[in-house]
Structures are given as C-alpha cells and as structure tokens.
C-alpha cells in the first residue's frame, strides 16, 4: 500500500472513493463537505438528503460516531472516475491536541480505509479530515495519516494507495515537511 500526499481539488481527484470530512449528522455546511455535496449533485441541500437517508439505510440511525462512515454514490464525479463518496468524522480540536483527538482522528481514518477495504476498491483519497473548520493542528492531522495507514498497510487487501490531498500550497507545503 503507497501513501503519498498530493495537492490538489479532492472533488475531481481520480481515485475509486473520496473521503468527506463530514460531522455527525451529515450537514454539509462549509468546508470540504460543501465543496463535496455541490459537486457531487450540483444541490448541496439534495447531496445531504441523499447523505442522511444513506445513514439510515447503513447504520439504522441519524447521526455517526467516529470510525462509523457512509457511503453515498459519486453522481457528477463519476466523470474523474470517483465511484463512492465515504463520510466519516474526525474530531473537533478548536486548536487543542491530545491523546483523546488522536484517537477519534485514528478512528475516523480507519473506518473509512476498512469500507474502502469492503467495498474492494484499489485507490481512496481523504482532506486533511479535522484540520479545517474543526481546528486541528495540521501537522499532527498528517502524523497521524501516517501512522494509521502505515499500520493498515501491512494487512493484505484491495486498496493499493491512499492519498492525503491538501488544498493549499500552504498547507501542501507544510504536511511535506512532518516526518
Ligand atoms: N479539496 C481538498 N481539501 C479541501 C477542499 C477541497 N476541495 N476544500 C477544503 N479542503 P474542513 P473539518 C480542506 O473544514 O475540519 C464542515 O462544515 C481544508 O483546507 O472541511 O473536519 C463539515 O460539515 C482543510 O484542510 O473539515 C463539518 O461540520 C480540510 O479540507 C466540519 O466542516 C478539512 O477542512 C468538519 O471540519
């Protein structure tokens, strides 16, 4: 399993799933979320319909604890060859780090790199799941990208590569440097 971090629009990457950095009841507010629900059904009120009722389809409930996910189709990004959409939710550190984050954000990866799993796709690509509007020191976020998916890579299955796609230069930049 390759894990490289890349930059660029996580909306039109070519990879069989994307990984939305979503919250608990799947509200596509701001972010990632709303760039992700406007391109996948031009409507982002609609994409969240399709998002909650997918959640109680799959999990029987109306909202989502960290390392449970929902999959919803890809719609309009099928044309970049983006087959599912995986919410999952990371945790909220209002710009506060500690071992309790590190482990929902660990949670929140994992969940989504096991349905990947699930769904036999080869490539997934996540955003930097916490970092944004949710506060979360960005170095840390890739440092524990890095763990995660060194850990889940030594297990034989069908995902071959995970991307860590940063939007910014800026940020781009930055999550290269963390070791
Ligand atoms: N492609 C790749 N990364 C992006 C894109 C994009 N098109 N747009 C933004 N990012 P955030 P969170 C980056 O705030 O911190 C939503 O309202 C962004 O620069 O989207 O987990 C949800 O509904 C940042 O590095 O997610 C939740 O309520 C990263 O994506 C809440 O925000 C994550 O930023 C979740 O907050």
Not at 149 to 178: I, N, P, T
């Amino acid at each position: 399993m390759r894990f490289e971090i890349v930059r660029g629009d996580i909306t039109r990457f070519p990879a069989e799933a994307i990984v939305n950095a979503a919250n608990r009841y799947l509200e596509h507010g701001g972010g990632v979320a709303y760039a992700i629900a406007k391109a996948a059904a031009g409507d982002v009120r609609e994409y969240i319909r399709i998002s909650k009722e997918a959640m109680r389809e799959q999990l029987g409930k109306s909202s989502i604890e960290h390392g449970e996910v929902v999959v919803t189709p890809a719609i309009r990004l099928e044309q970049y060859g983006i087959k599912y959409v995986i919410h999952t939710v990371g945790p909220y550190c209002g710009g506060v780090w500690d071992e309790d984050k590190k482990e929902k954000l660990k949670k929140a990866i994992l969940g989504a790199l096991r349905k990947a799993e699930e769904l036999g796709i080869r490539s997934i690509a996540f955003p930097a799941v916490s970092a944004g509007i949710y506060g979360c020191p960005l170095e840390e976020v890739v440092k524990t990208f890095k763990e995660v998916v060194g850990e889940f890579g030594k297990e034989e299955g069908s995902v071959e590569r995970v991307y860590l796609v940063l939007y910014s230069k800026e940020d781009y930049e930055r999550a290269l440097k963390v070791t």
